[in-house]
């Protein structure tokens, strides 16, 4: 049972745009900073959003991240197939203190 | 450029321990805390535990509280995670990661598969 929940999965066509949602609760994203990860089989996950909506260096603007309350979400626009990938969120809990992330979203680009 | 380089993988009898280091380079290695985290087949990512880099000081999570133990020898820039009395749930790549404040990882090892059976 992950703390912070994600859809198991998500599909769009190509050029298409899609949305991934993350709810957890007070005492991780509602009082957190946000982060979400990029994983393709059989590799370590990417830094894809930081502080819940910021970019790092080399991450295209088709990624994008917002927070609300306790729920963030990572947009993707203008699909490519490229972008078929698990994608999970992560925060800190300050009651568990420790780093907790979601369940994880698989990404279907059809 | 900030690279973080694992060791290979390991295959264990249940019962025993693995170590497993990750070497930081290209970066003050301790201005920075480097976390471990596991990830077993087809399951979501899963936090073990953090170091502070610059004092030694760790904290552990609670699932592996008693079996962790992570270590860094600032000289080698390396640190290192062992865990004990391994099972075959234990089964898992098992990563390194660079922590920023902010709550984030912004490098990570390319992982290392312990597989654990008799």
């Known amino acids: 049972q992950s703390v912070l929940t994600q859809p198991p999965s998500v599909s769009a066509a190509p050029g298409q745009k899609v949305t991934i949602s993350c709810s957890g609760s007070?005492?991780?994203?509602?009082?957190?900073?946000v982060s979400w990860y990029q994983q393709f089989p059989g590799t370590a996950p990417k830094l894809l959003i930081y502080?819940?909506?910021k970019r790092p260096s080399g991450i295209p603007d088709r990624f994008s991240g917002s927070k609300s309350g306790t729920s963030a979400t990572l947009g993707i626009t203008r699909l490519q197939t490229g972008d078929e990938a698990d994608y999970y969120c992560?925060?800190?809990?300050?009651?568990?203190?420790?780093?907790?992330f979601g369940g994880g979203t698989k990404l279907t680009v059809l | 450029q900030v690279q973080v380089v694992q060791s290979g993988a390991e295959v264990k009898k249940p019962g025993a321990s693995v170590k497993v280091s990750c070497k930081g380079s290209?970066?003050?290695?301790?201005?920075?805390?480097i976390h471990w985290l596991r990830q077993a087949p087809g399951q979501r990512l899963e936090w073990m535990g953090w170091?502070?880099?610059?004092?030694?000081?760790?904290i552990y999570s609670q699932n592996f509280q008693g079996r962790v133990t992570i270590t860094r020898d600032t000289s080698a820039s390396t640190a290192y995670m062992e865990l004990s009395s391994l099972r075959s749930e234990d089964t898992a790549v098992y990563y390194c990661?660079?922590?920023?404040?902010?709550?984030?990882?912004?490098?990570w090892g390319q992982g290392t598969l312990v597989t654990v059976s008799s």
């Open positions: 990661a660079r922590f920023r404040r902010t709550n984030y990882f912004d490098y």
């Open positions: 290209g970066y003050t290695f301790t201005s920075y805390s």
């Open positions: 170091i502070n880099t610059g004092n030694g000081n760790t």
């Open positions: 007070s005492s991780n994203t509602g009082n957190h900073y």
């Open positions: 502080d819940n909506n």
């Open positions: 992560g925060t800190w809990d300050s009651s568990l203190s420790a780093v907790v």
